[in-house]
């Protein structure tokens, strides 16, 4: 009730008051950077493994904890790996520091991920 006794006491005060908040407002709004698609720069890497028919322990054990060794002894700046195992389907995301080079990850990613193929199919 206070508010409302102070504008009906000082009505031109607040007048004032309405008409700054409302002309910074729309200095504020012309003012603000707008970009409909911003720049997210998220250095992460997802790697997707399909064995149709391997449940999903046995994809955790036979490929996605092989590959997560594999990754984490050779690729360059990682700073985290999470992973995922569904039947079927195992699910790597990689995740680098703040700039680095997402191309030479891939290759790198991509270089580890081939050998650790080859050595399956040879060892299977």
Do not use: C
Request: hydrophobic share 50%.
């Amino acid at each position: 009730m206070w508010l409302v006794r102070i504008a009906m006491k000082r009505p031109y005060s607040i007048f004032v008051l309405s008409a700054v908040i409302f002309i910074a407002g729309t200095l504020a709004f012309f003012r603000m950077k707008l970009d409909i698609f911003p720049v997210i720069d998220i250095p992460v890497v997802n790697v997707v493994w399909n064995y149709p028919g391997l449940s999903a322990l046995d994809m955790e054990e036979r490929i996605v904890l092989i590959a997560e060794r594999a990754y984490s002894t050779t690729v360059n700046g990682i700073s985290r790996i999470e992973s995922e195992s569904i039947n079927g389907t195992g699910l790597i995301k990689v995740y680098f520091h703040q700039g680095q080079s997402i191309a030479g990850a891939i290759a790198q990613i991509n270089a580890v991920t081939v050998r650790a193929a080859t050595t399956q199919t040879n060892a299977g």
